[in-house]
């Protein structure tokens, strides 16, 4: 729980932040910018878990990799509290490591309380268990978020993730000692690769393979002046680096005895299928984001916004002259404030006021931009707004309701003795996702976005729908895995399922950056309906196969 408040407090500002100008202690980066470095962050974070995964299943065990995964991960955190970009970029690789050993470690270990037969038929219902208290870590973060960030500033909002972090550990290791029959490493078959040899013929080139695709560059022309294959040098480095990854877990299935190759092809069809589910859900931290921040109806009723307001918790906005005066007055006017300042002290209360008066100018421009007249306040007069990272608590708010709706639901069935099988949930997840998509269609369509904001239940709709797809699908993949994986390779399998969780986070980025650059956004939203949808029909097609699989592993 700890862990996903501190990733997700910093997921739900991390956009914001790297958009919000170097004044106001954001990293002012340009919108492109943004996404390519979101969507290679959370493309990375997924990634390592594989390395972590095969150290911890070979040579550390699951509690001693857990533990130097939230260390890095706390240091990460506060790391980004120092407002320097050389320090900005150092603290996301440590997160990126630190949740390498962290993620596929403590999912594992949750599996592994369920490996006993008294318990085993419980194993879905336990994930999703597990689940709904990671979301409260998740739920929780963005009011601690939005507090930190609007009464202190940046920094706080993420050093607040790092001692979050830190308190979870503390809890973890003194409890330990329940989890303690649950890390047990197991033993290699004989011809298995060494743990060397694996990372020698992984680690080394997928580094090779990323310099490749950084350097190397397609057909220019057009949209594409620089010959990017996949968009950007980023994006060109991170796709080309996952090829021997994925060469390897394809040789990890082609060299398995009988036994273990069913299982195994089985995992990597569905992993094969769940990365478009990623690329669509982790548009919630850019694409929805950018939504939320520009195009929806965020001011609170005056009642709620008063009190958010004495609390510190709302975003004040100003409407005033310079709202909508000419781009290159306005520009002057930022201009000749940032002087202003750059002649007082720094960190004095002067300095201090006119920094906050340059955010108020260009936070109020923003909002009031596509606000039509008769929603305004009168000149000179504020509107009360929720922070735009309260919309990420949404989503494991809809995770904490609806859990208990699925695990009943699914229990019941299984009473019954109607249950869909693991990989049935799945494409079920899928098909609701898809759905989710559709929401956002309707919100675009619902006003001229240009000219109006869109209602904030829109929002609610859309994470509410695409929350049940997401308890039929992330949780079941955990499972999944744990059901189906050789014993002795359970954690690198399960960095496999985060392998795909990368480069479909990866590609939220990709896809992310396009919602920016169109302004057909229905368009946009309905391409996430087709490729959602042609992910769940590709499984539906293999489930077949897939539910064989698991009556002969034993496990349906």
Not at 94 to 106: A, H, Q, S, V, Y
Not at 176 to 184: P, S
Not at 223 to 239: L, R
Not at 379 to 385: F, H
Request: glycine share 10%.
């Amino acid at each position: 729980m700890w862990e996903r408040f501190g990733y997700y407090l910093m997921l739900g500002i991390f956009s914001l932040y790297m958009l919000d100008s170097w004044e106001k202690g954001g990293m002012g980066f340009d919108p492109q910018k943004k996404s390519d470095i979101y969507g290679t962050y959370i493309g990375l974070v997924y990634l390592t878990p594989f390395i972590g995964g095969l150290l911890a299943d070979r040579l550390l065990g699951y509690r001693r990799s857990i533990v130097m995964g939230g260390l890095l991960m706390a240091a990460g955190y506060l790391g980004l509290a120092v407002h320097n970009e050389t320090a900005f970029f150092i603290s996301l690789l440590l997160i990126i490591l630190g949740n390498g050993f962290f993620k596929p470690n403590i999912s594992t270990l949750v599996g592994n309380l369920y490996n006993d037969s008294r318990y085993r038929d419980n194993k879905d219902s336990g994930y999703n268990i597990f689940y709904m208290g990671i979301n409260i870590g998740a739920f929780v973060c963005n009011f601690v978020a939005a507090y930190m960030r609007i009464n202190y500033g940046w920094g706080f909002a993420f050093a607040a993730a790092g001692v979050g972090m830190l308190v979870g550990l503390v809890i973890f290791i003194l409890n330990t000692k329940h989890v303690r029959e649950a890390d047990v490493l197991k033993p290699v078959k004989p011809g298995d690769l060494s743990t060397g040899m694996i990372l020698a013929s992984t680690v080394l080139p997928m580094f090779a393979f990323g310099i490749l695709g950084y350097f190397i560059k397609g057909v220019t022309g057009g949209t594409n002046p620089d010959g990017n294959i996949f968009g950007t040098d980023s994006n060109d480095a991170f796709i080309f680096g996952c090829v021997p990854i994925v060469g390897f877990f394809i040789y990890l299935m082609l060299k398995s005895d009988k036994e273990d190759r069913g299982p195994i092809a089985a995992l990597l069809s569905v992993y094969a299928c769940i990365v478009i589910f990623w690329a669509v859900f982790h548009q919630n931290g850019d694409a929805l984001t950018v939504w939320a921040e520009e195009y929806t109806h965020r001011e609170l009723p005056s009642g709620i916004g008063t009190a958010a307001n004495e609390v510190g918790m709302a975003q004040v906005v100003k409407y005033s002259e310079y709202v909508d005066i000419d781009q290159s007055l306005f520009d002057a006017k930022i201009a000749e404030l940032t002087v202003a300042k750059e002649a007082t002290a720094p960190g004095s209360d002067q300095s201090k006021a006119i920094t906050e008066e340059i955010g108020n100018l260009i936070s109020s421009r923003k909002y009031f931009e596509n606000l039509p007249d008769d929603k305004r306040p009168e000149q000179g007069g504020s509107l009360l707004l929720a922070s735009t990272e309260l919309f990420q608590s949404i989503n494991p708010f809809w995770v904490i309701v609806l859990t208990p709706v699925v695990v009943g639901t699914f229990g019941m069935m299984r009473r019954k003795k109607r249950e869909p099988s693991t990989p049935t949930k799945i494409a079920i997840g899928l098909v609701i996702t898809a759905l989710s998509a559709l929401v956002m269609v309707a919100a675009v369509s619902s006003v001229n976005i240009h000219d109006d904001k869109a209602s904030s239940l829109w929002l609610f709709a859309t994470y509410g729908v695409i929350t049940i797809g997401e308890l039929c699908l992330s949780p079941m993949g955990l499972s999944l895995v744990s059901k189906l994986s050789p014993p002795r390779l359970t954690a690198l399998m399960m960095g496999g399922f985060f392998l795909s969780t990368s480069v479909g986070n990866k590609l939220a980025g990709i896809l992310s950056a396009n919602f920016e650059a169109t302004e057909n956004k229905g368009g946009f939203f309905f391409l996430n309906f087709g490729l959602v949808m042609f992910a769940a029909l590709l499984l539906v097609i293999l489930l077949k196969w897939l539910n064989r699989v698991m009556r002969e592993k034993g496990v349906f």
